[in-house]
Structures are given as C-alpha cells and as structure tokens.
C-alpha cells in the first residue's frame, strides 16, 4: 500500500515560535495533500489543500498567515504554525491520495504542544 | 452535499463478541464511502472501502461493511471483537474528484475482557 510519512511525531515548542511539520509520500506521487487538525475525542477538520506548485486552498476559518503551507514537490509537503501559541496545540494529521486510488493515506500525526 | 453521520459515539463490546457500528450519509450522487481506524495519537488506517461494486465490502482485520443504498447506510461490522479492535472508528466519504474528504464524527470502540 501507499505510505505517507510525518515528522515530527510530536513536538513541543516556546510561544511565539515556529513550527515546521513535513509530509511525505513515500512510494508514490501527490500533486495534492490534505491537513487536518484534530482536537482530543474529535473528529477530523480540513484545514487546507496543498497543492504542488501553487497556493494551498484554506478552508474558511483557518488563517493563512497563521498555517503557512508549502508544497514544493510532488513528495512532500510542509505546514509551518507561525507565531505559535497554546490555543494552537493539537494534533495535526496529513494524507495524500495516490493517483488513481479512490482512498487517502494518512501520516502518523504531529502532536504540537505550545508551552 | 455530502455528510456522514455516525450514530453512536461510543460502543462498548466484550471480547468475542460482534461489533456493529452504524453509519449514514447523505450524497447527491453515487458516493465512495470508507471506514478507517484510528488508535491514540496515531494516524488512521483504512479499513476498507466501496466504490460502486460489491455492495458488501471486506476490508482487513475481519472487518466487514455493507452499502445499503435505500437505508443510506454502511455499517461496519465484525463477527468477533478482539481487545486490539479498541479504537476510534470514522466513517468517511469521498467529495467527488476534489479528493476532499468528509468525515463523521466517530465512533470510540471499547473491548471489554
């Protein structure tokens, strides 16, 4: 099957820094990945759709200038959380589709605690 | 639009035992529905999925799930509950080409001895 890396697994970082999370496709190619935040005992929410070699596509509600996304090449993918603060501690998941496949793979998952 | 709705946010079963956890969704158009796992601060692990053929679907781990057009459903079940099934179970479906995925609410499966 189609794997999708993440790192880092988790991360703990300093209010007001910067986070950098990576997602990479491993055995396969993905002009496009998806971000999700999950908040404990919830459900999945769609931040953004990454999209090599363009803009990512934000959901509404989530600030661009906060959730920087990069999708530099067709195997990797990066979300960097800005000037980070407690009330942006989750866990954050990517997943990629191969092309042809009608299901999505998904990353470990970054558990992101500001201190 | 599309949407999924899980029915029960919690299942509690005893080991050997079946599990049922139920799933309805709501499309304008033939959908492709999945079911994927999630164990604590992990990513999710599909299960299995439907796209339009075989209306009961066999995924890994002895899962199994049925399209029921007329109910709008797709259940997932399991004949026999074993501990390492305790888990969070979502119920997925596709957005079309978009890729986009919509997601229940999910379901915590617990396995009680």
């Known amino acids: 099957g189609a794997v999708v890396s993440q790192h880092p697994s988790w991360v703990i970082c300093k209010s007001g820094t910067s986070v950098k999370i990576e997602c990479r496709s491993l055995d396969f190619q993905a002009t496009t990945m998806f971000w999700y935040r999950q908040f404990p005992k919830q459900s999945l929410m769609l931040m953004a759709t990454s999209n090599e070699g363009s803009k990512a596509t934000y959901e509404q509600g989530v600030e661009k200038d906060k959730f920087l996304i990069n999708h530099a090449s067709l195997t990797l993918s990066t979300l960097t959380v800005t000037s980070a603060h407690p009330e942006d501690s989750s866990f954050y998941i990517c997943?990629?589709?191969?092309?042809?496949?009608?299901?999505?793979?998904f990353g470990q998952g970054t558990r992101l605690t500001v201190v | 639009a599309q949407s999924v709705t899980q029915l029960d946010s919690h299942v509690s079963v005893s080991e050997g035992t079946p599990v049922l956890l139920r799933c309805n969704y709501s499309?304008?158009?033939?959908?492709?529905l999945f079911w994927y796992v999630q164990h604590p601060n992990k990513g999710l692990q599909l299960l299995l999925k439907?796209?339009?053929?075989?209306?009961l679907v066999k995924g890994i781990n002895g899962f199994e799930a049925e399209f029921k057009k007329s109910e709008t459903s797709f259940h997932l079940t399991k004949p026999s509950a074993h501990m390492s099934d305790a888990a969070e179970y979502f119920c997925?479906?596709?957005?079309?080409?978009?890729?986009?995925?919509?997601f229940g609410q999910g379901t915590t499966l617990q396995v009680k001895p």
């Open positions: 997943s990629a589709r191969p092309g042809g496949r009608t299901e999505a793979f």
């Open positions: 499309s304008s158009y033939s959908p492709s």
């Open positions: 439907y796209t339009s053929a075989a209306t």
């Open positions: 997925v479906v596709s957005s079309g080409n978009t890729g986009k995925l919509i």
